[in-house]
């Protein structure tokens, strides 16, 4: 039927994103106490997705406001996103954005805030079109880093040490001895608080010690901000990392997602902060980013943009925001106590202070991939072959089945 | 807080890393409208803007599109993640659109449909998996002129850029003859680009006679078809005539690969709704491609952003709505109908010597006028006429209250 340019016959299946294949077969489980640990979105304690109640509100202002239409945003997005939007992460009084050396670009979510970023980097940072500057990101860390830096064209991307499995906590020596042996000039993918998919962030005593070495090596800082609000409750807690490093003289970009922390995942909220050197270094750096946005998407969507915007520019509905945000935090902390406690209630064989240690969506168990398999296959309860679980998946009803079930897996499983 | 942090040794402001950053050069259309905006002049007119005005000249959101939002807000949906392809029931009807519900290619299952960014993230989706995918010469055969950001995205996705000609600028119409010429050059295997309806810029389409010789010809050259529609039911004002190119050359043997966009034709601009398609040999291969798609968009951006394709769908498959939305989109396509004909009518009136029937003919948002860079300058300086250098006109901009104007200026330039 039709004649095909030989062209097609030869598209190979592509293997399914990991993640969304885990979600899939939880879908299709048919038992009853299944129990879905996977994907990273919040869970409300009925298990259910929780669309912000301030969101709410500020989509019934949206719909019903004629005044509005669905016109182009501008190629770099809605100005006073972008604006509320760096606030957010640097601080209303960021010494930066009083300088004028604060730019933003409004992106399709974290991920797309990466991808400009990736893009412009690859054309003009360490030289021109220089593809293999070496990118380093976590190890581990989010499965699409990998991607995002590749398919900009950077042919070098490489992990950098972070966790240490077998104490459960971040090698900082590992961290240090490769920001000290790194070629100079590499890029350096940074999660601004919890780390994905460890939950394990550094001090700040250790983020000074890595600023410090950065500094001095020349390295460029790319911080990944998904979760910020969402790790401890307090905005300006998770964004110390971001701000410490802005005010010890970096210019850096910074990609931040408003997927989590305003329940916005679908509408692909996202924006990539700029700190230069300066306003002109920053205009330059503006006017090329807009030519890559360009030729991927032209102009962003507006809803998400529209929404957050409403909301950080008003005083109640940004008060109203950050009580969900806590709403959200504080219930992961709760499952992160519980959890930890039945389990040492159980007597569970290990240390189990990791699940409070660790901060943010996820947790690092350090069950290993048999006893995962164990625990998807014979106890249905889904998670990544990581060990991470999403703890947002937890609730007061299933909490139990999880926790004496993973120590079935420990106790059985070697 | 952090003032006295800078005092520390570890403090050191580099050179910037961004010193051998030049200046991007200005988007030429954003420059017609900036400077359309310090213009104090009462009875300015932008005639650079690549959207639709209603004959205020204001914005039109389309009713179907309230009717479809207050639905959609009724039904407090959650804001989980879609899938990397996007909102099932959008891709489904966008398919349908384009090549009729009853198209065998849709029975057999054998396309797969991915939502985009709308056309121009569509595009890119579609640059980058003829880049990764195809075989053949990744040389991509472009209408000359074509939108100027065609260009820049093949490029940027690898694809080598070549042109054949299309627009005749002595009569303002289709180098017929000059295509079919250049078209049967075209090394085998190539990709070839048409625009599906509402040529951009030059508004002039191929006749339907003309696209048989046109498939056949490309058949024969055995190249790879990528049609780019963007103003299905803006351009006749009938969806299924604007569509007609594109079926036809599906009927007649191509797998083709079809970039859309909703952003002109349901007036969701900003909120980036589109679709890719790849018309398979089976089932079984658009199974295949669609797992690579995925791959391509994961790293871009992930997964769709579900307001605009909610609104599309909820529109495409509401029956009361999809009425609407035709009689909506028809009214769109003639108003701008009604203001060729009126500015025709005007520069007649004038004693304008000129053969205007160009005007009447193209079809869709733009006109090739067929001013020189002297004239569209004159207009601008001392008409405060907007417009793109190459003398291309957005009909759009055009109302009933200023089609007089336009028609004053332009004879006054051309007599």
């Known amino acids: 039927q039709g004649s095909t340019p030989r062209a097609i016959s030869i598209v190979p299946q592509a293997a399914p994103v990991a993640v969304f294949k885990l979600t899939q077969d939880f879908n299709n489980d048919q038992f009853p106490n299944k129990v879905n640990l996977g994907v990273g979105a919040y869970r409300t304690d009925e298990g259910q997705p929780w669309v912000l109640p301030v969101v709410k509100k500020v989509e019934k202002i949206i719909v019903h406001d004629d005044r509005l239409n669905h016109e182009y945003l501008p190629i770099l997005g809605l100005p006073e996103f972008r604006s509320s939007a760096s606030k957010i992460v640097l601080g209303d009084n960021s010494p930066a954005i009083l300088e004028n050396r604060v730019g933003a670009v409004q992106c399709l979510g974290g991920t797309g805030a990466l991808k400009i970023g990736a893009e412009f980097l690859r054309r003009f940072y360490n030289g021109s079109n220089n593809t293999k500057t070496p990118i380093y990101v976590s190890a581990p860390t989010w499965e699409n880093h990998n991607a995002v830096f590749s398919s900009a064209g950077f042919e070098d991307v490489r992990p950098y040490r972070y966790w240490d499995a077998e104490k459960r906590g971040l090698d900082l020596a590992g961290f240090l001895g490769d920001l000290e042996s790194c070629p100079e000039h590499s890029v350096f993918v940074l999660h601004a608080c919890a780390h994905n998919p460890t939950g394990t962030d550094p001090t700040q005593e250790q983020w000074k010690q890595i600023a410090e070495v950065m500094m001095r090596r020349k390295l460029f800082a790319f911080f990944d901000s998904a979760y910020q609000g969402f790790a401890s409750g307090s905005l300006e807690k998770d964004a110390w990392a971001v701000r410490y490093f802005v005010s010890s003289g970096f210019e850096m970009f910074c990609a931040q997602s408003f997927s989590k922390n305003f329940g916005l995942y679908n509408e692909r909220v996202g924006n990539l902060t700029v700190v230069a050197r300066d306003a002109d270094n920053l205009k330059r750096v503006l006017s090329q980013m807009e030519k890559v946005v360009r030729i991927t998407w032209s102009n962003p969507p507006s809803q998400g943009a529209r929404i957050v915007t409403i909301t950080l520019t008003s005083p109640e509905l940004f008060s109203e925001w950050q009580e969900n945000v806590k709403t959200m935090a504080n219930r992961v902390l709760l499952m992160r106590s519980q959890l930890k406690a039945k389990l040492q209630a159980l007597g569970t064989p290990g240390t189990w202070d990791h699940i409070t240690d660790q901060i943010g ?17 014979e106890k249905h309860i889904y998670l990544m072959a990581s060990g991470r679980i999403n703890m947002c998946g937890l609730t007061t009803k299933n909490i139990d089945y999880v926790a004496e079930s993973i120590h079935e897996a420990v106790t059985k499983v070697q | 807080m952090f003032h006295d942090a800078c005092a520390s040794q570890a403090c050191v402001i580099h050179a910037s890393w961004w010193g051998g950053v030049q200046m991007g050069p200005p988007d030429p259309i954003l420059g017609v409208t900036e400077a359309f905006k310090k213009d104090t002049n009462p009875k300015k007119m932008n005639l650079g803007v690549g959207a639709y005005r209603d004959d205020q000249g204001k914005p039109f959101v389309l009713s179907c599109v309230r009717k479809a939002e207050a639905i959609i807000a009724a039904k407090q949906l959650d804001k989980e993640y879609l899938p990397i392809g996007g909102l099932a029931e959008f891709s489904k009807a966008c398919a349908q659109l384009a090549l009729g519900p009853e198209n065998e290619v849709l029975k057999s299952s054998r396309s797969v449909t991915v939502q985009t960014i709308s056309g121009t993230g569509s595009l890119r989706i579609g640059a980058n998996f003829l880049a990764r995918f195809h075989p053949g010469p990744h040389d991509v055969y472009l209408p000359k002129p074509s939108w100027g950001n065609h260009t820049p995205i093949f490029r940027d996705a690898g694809m080598q850029l070549k042109a054949y000609r299309y627009y005749e600028p002595s009569t303002c119409g289709f180098d017929f003859k000059g295509a079919l010429d250049d078209i049967s050059k075209i090394p085998e295997q190539s990709i070839i680009l048409l625009h599906a309806c509402a040529h951009n810029p030059t508004g002039v389409d191929p006749r339907p006679e003309q696209w048989k010789e046109i498939a056949d010809i490309v058949k024969k050259r055995n190249l790879l078809v990528f049609f780019d529609m963007a103003y299905q039911g803006f351009a006749s004002g009938d969806i299924d005539r604007d569509a007609w190119a594109v079926r036809h050359f599906i009927e007649n043997g191509h797998n083709i690969v079809l970039s859309q966009s909703f952003a002109k034709n349901m007036g969701l601009y900003g909120e980036r709704v589109g679709g890719f398609t790849v018309v398979c040999k089976d089932a079984e291969e658009a199974k295949r491609v669609e797992s690579q798609l995925k791959i391509l968009i994961r790293p871009i951006y992930s997964n769709p952003p579900v307001n605009g394709a909610r609104i599309a769908a909820t529109i495409l498959n509401t029956p009361e709505l999809r009425s609407l939305w035709l009689e909506e989109v028809h009214g769109m396509a003639n108003r701008i109908i009604k203001m060729r004909e009126q500015l025709v009518a005007g520069l007649k009136k004038n004693g304008s010597s000129h053969n205007w029937q160009h005007v009447i003919d193209q079809i869709g948002m733009f006109c090739f006028t067929g001013l020189k ?24 901009g055009v109302t009933s209250g200023n089609v007089g104007y336009l028609a004053d200026a332009i004879h006054a330039v051309t007599k």
């Open chain 2, 373 to 396: 860079p002297e004239q569209v300058e004159r207009l601008t300086k001392e008409f405060s006429v907007y417009m793109t250098k190459d003398g291309r006109i957005s009909m759009a």
């Open chain 1, 361 to 377: 969506m996820f947790s690092f168990t350090g069950l290993n991939p048999k006893q995962v398999e164990y625990l998807v296959k």
